[in-house]
């Protein structure tokens, strides 16, 4: 009965053919050059880059190694190799700096110029300063410039020395002796050409005393009318000095500076830059006469206090802020470490004793500055675990300007603070790699997210198990051994890969394409065959890596096989029992996972309570596990209580279960065990069973599907095969099977058994030998099938729990009589 529902031995796996790889051995093949599937997310990312408008920036997403990153970077090179200028001297992308600020030193002016320029225009602010200096020098310290002053400081020295003589005379004349202290002058009364003592002047009569004072005072007005004139004079000469530097001045600078504005006309910032460079220079000649623009030196320097710039030329600098002389094309950075400062820029700062200083030379770019005009790549999870990262991201992707700030001060908690650079716009594609599930997220919770990443590329984990992608395959193989120095491959090793990608994807007409653990094979298959002394990498040694990894991996898996071996934990795998069935489940440890059998129970008894789960009752049974149970009172209300209630109570357990369970698919496995504890037929303990359902008894895919049939296979190898050892699988899982070549051997030897179901009638019939049964035209089940005793059983837990409640409520007594 049970024959018809096996599947076929040819069924179980899907066997690369070799015939289909017409090489010797990899080294034969054509490296790949292109991508293996992933025409979605290659459409996606395309059209992401091909359109240059705001927000249309890029989300991919895709589980890890399914050559995101890989095809992300390949599509940026090869989008800015179009894009790339014909002409060496292409002005794409500009380089952008940073200059001092004359009319408010506090905002740093921002300066776009030229691809390359940046570092010329620095260079030549270097030379126009050091110029200068030296042609100062020459020029301040000349002989006809120091006779042009000389003549003037002794013109009105000469005046004021006139000055002072007419007065000294007239206080003379007068009876007075002029001094001159630091403090300023004294007029002293005269006697006998002398100055008078003390004594002598409070000698004098009052009218004499008065007479004296009244002269004094006379002369000291004279007196401030001379300093005044002599103060006038001073501003004369310092005035007609200062008029003499200024014309040196203004040749030093009008031709170096004239030649700049020539050379940077296409430039107008930098024009108006230098017109203020000019300004600047004419109003502080003295920094380039050498004395000032000295500098400290000497070991104590640093202990020195100093002042926010030790360099007096610093206004006169050029801090490149980003230089692309060196780029062709748009710029490409990735930035793996999105810290707040490597992305956005920093002001740096100069500890000094006491505090910090800094300037405008200290401004640094960050990733979004230098990929302006191009690409940024970011991985999400770096991006979201650096705190205020994503929220100043959007701000300057909505806002198209980056201005470097600190984080404090973006967010508000602290007032503006030394440096606010001017904001420099930009036009950067940000492409994000991350996972769906934060795509998702981030696209429910954040507003803004949907309007600043408006382009979704969705790498998916399989391709199709085309020819075209087998000898993809191969090709991938034979780029990888190249690229990495690895042992070449012969067509049995390559099949055995494509098939274990197979297997990765657990579908026989899927490949794939998380590259990542192909690689990891790879290299794993190149050392087993090192080791073993061989050219080319075969079959056995991608067998053997494989079967090494899972056996580094399945310490666990074979402590839990050797407690059921010992009966610490309770399987059976022979004989008969009912209302008992051995589930399988997957239990999954880091990067490994794997199957196991557990003894599923259900007790039935006369009530109403239903299907108790006792899984749930214990708290620890998870939401889906909880759904597979509530289906289960509705496929049997709708198969067996159309024409009375449902009296049944039915208590579930996984045996020997402590930790919480979880997921649907033993749902029909509970099911099964119930219908044989009402029918009271026993099921066949060598077959394991999996699978969900639903409420019209049909048996539904589960994952996991091959660590499930080869955790039960396993476990009957350690107890003993006996040839009738087998796991019921849900026929829509068919073609998911990829199992290993030792379960696949056992089948076809006979000692080893996979059945398939499509429903719950297919799946007892097979775990029980008895036949379901169909209902007749009358609507009765044959009495001896299956349905039939589960129905009659439920009928007579219906009749008894109404004797045992007529006492009581007499109308369902009435009921039954008639």
Not at 253 to 262: G, Q
Not at 581 to 594: C, E, H, P, R, T
């Amino acid at each position: 009965m049970t024959v018809q529902f096996q599947v076929p031995a040819d069924k179980l796996m899907w066997r690369c053919d070799p015939s289909l790889l017409p090489f010797s051995c990899t080294a034969d093949m054509t490296p790949l050059e292109d991508f293996i599937g992933q025409s979605r997310a290659i459409r996606a990312i395309e059209f992401g880059l091909g359109v240059n408008k705001p927000g249309f920036n890029i989300f991919v997403t895709g589980l890890t190694g399914t050559g995101k990153t890989s095809i992300i970077k390949a599509f940026l090179k090869k989008v800015t190799a179009e894009k790339r200028a014909p002409e060496e001297d292409s002005s794409f992308p500009e380089d952008w700096c940073y200059v001092y600020n004359f009319s408010d030193p506090d905002r740093p002016q921002a300066l776009n110029i030229r691809r390359g320029w940046g570092k010329v225009l620095k260079k030549d602010m270097e030379d126009l300063v050091q110029t200068l200096q030296q042609e100062a020098r020459k020029t301040f310290e000349s002989e006809e410039f120091a006779r042009q002053r000389q003549a003037m400081v002794e013109q009105v020295q000469k005046k004021q020395q006139e000055i002072m003589e007419r007065l000294i005379e007239e206080a003379r004349n007068s009876g007075f002796t002029l001094r001159f202290s630091p403090s300023g002058m004294a007029l002293i009364p005269s006697k006998n050409g002398k100055p008078m003592q003390e004594e002598d002047y409070l000698a004098l009569e009052p009218e004499r005393k008065k007479a004296v004072e009244e002269k004094r005072s006379e002369i000291e007005t004279q007196v401030e009318e001379a300093l005044r004139e002599g103060k006038r004079l001073e501003r004369q000469i310092a005035d007609r000095l200062q008029a003499l530097e200024q014309q040196a001045g203004e040749y030093l600078v009008r031709i170096p500076l004239a030649e700049l504005r020539e050379k940077y006309r296409d430039f107008p910032k930098v024009v108006n830059y230098l017109n203020a460079v000019r300004e600047h220079i004419l109003k502080n000649l003295n920094r380039f006469k050498g004395a000032d623009g000295a500098q400290a030196v000497g070991p104590l320097v640093s202990l020195q206090p100093v002042e926010a710039s030790a360099d007096p030329f610093v206004p006169y600098r050029v801090n490149v802020f980003v230089d692309n002389s060196d780029t062709q094309g748009p710029p490409i950075i990735i930035e793996t470490n999105p810290t707040y400062h490597n992305l956005f820029g920093v002001v740096e700062k100069r500890p000094v004793l006491g505090g910090y200083v800094t300037d405008f030379t200290q401004v640094k770019a960050g990733s979004i500055s230098r990929a302006n005009g191009g690409y940024l790549v970011l991985y999400d999870r770096d991006v979201l675990s650096n705190p205020g990262v994503w929220e100043a991201l959007q701000r300057v992707i909505k806002n198209r300007e980056l201005r470097i700030e600190e984080p404090a001060t973006f967010f508000g908690w602290l007032p503006p603070q030394g440096l606010r650079p001017d904001p420099i716009p930009t036009d950067t594609k940000v492409i994000m790699i991350g996972d769906p599930l934060l795509y998702h997220t981030l696209f429910s919770l954040d507003p803004d997210f949907r309007e600043t990443f408006k382009v979704k590329a969705d790498f998916n984990f399989e391709i199709e198990r085309s020819n075209e992608n087998i000898v993809a395959y191969a090709c991938f193989v034979s780029a990888y051994c190249t690229r990495e120095g690895l042992r070449h491959f012969d067509p049995s090793g390559v099949a055995r890969v494509i098939e274990h990608g197979a297997r990765l994807v657990e579908d026989q007409g899927k490949l794939s394409t998380r590259f990542g653990d192909i690689v990891d094979l790879l290299i794993e298959s190149n050392y087993w065959a090192e080791k073993a002394g061989s050219e080319l990498v075969t079959g056995e040694h991608v067998e053997k890596a494989i079967e090494e990894k899972t056996f580094r991996l399945n310490l666990i898996e074979e402590r839990i096989r050797q407690m059921i071996a010992e009966e610490t934990l309770l399987v059976d795998v022979t004989g008969v029992v009912v209302g008992q069935v051995n589930g399988l489940a997957i239990y999954q440890i880091g990067d490994f996972s794997f199957g196991k059998p557990s003894r599923i129970t259900a007790k039935t008894f006369m009530g109403r309570g239903g299907i108790i789960n006792n899984e749930r009752e214990a708290k620890l049974s998870g939401r889906t596990h909880d759904k597979g149970v509530l289906i289960l009172s509705g496929y049997l209300g709708a198969k067996y209580a159309q024409d009375r209630p449902l009296s049944l109570s039915a208590s579930l357990c996984f045996e020997q279960s402590y930790e919480g369970v979880d997921g649907d698919s033993a749902s029909s496995t509970e099911l099964y065990a119930i219908i044989s504890s009402l029918a009271g037929v026993p099921i066949k303990q060598p077959i394991a069973v999996t699978g969900s359902v639903n409420q019209n008894g049909e048996i539904q895919a589960i994952g996991g599907i091959n660590r499930k049939i080869e955790g039960f296979f396993d476990v009957c190898r350690v107890k003993g095969m006996t040839g009738e050892q087998g796991v019921l699988i849900p026929r829509a899982n068919s073609r998911n099977l990829m199992l290993r070549r030792d379960v696949v051997e056992a089948v076809e030897q006979g000692k080893f058994h996979i059945y398939a179901a499509g429903t719950i009638d297919e799946g007892i019939e097979v775990l029980t030998g008895v036949a379901a049964g169909v209902r007749d035209p009358e609507g009765h089940y044959p009495p001896s099938s299956l349905n039939g005793l589960v129905e009659k059983q439920l009928e007579a837990y219906s009749r008894r729990l109404k004797e045992a409640g007529a006492p009581v409520a007499a109308k369902p007594a009435q009921d039954e009589e008639g």
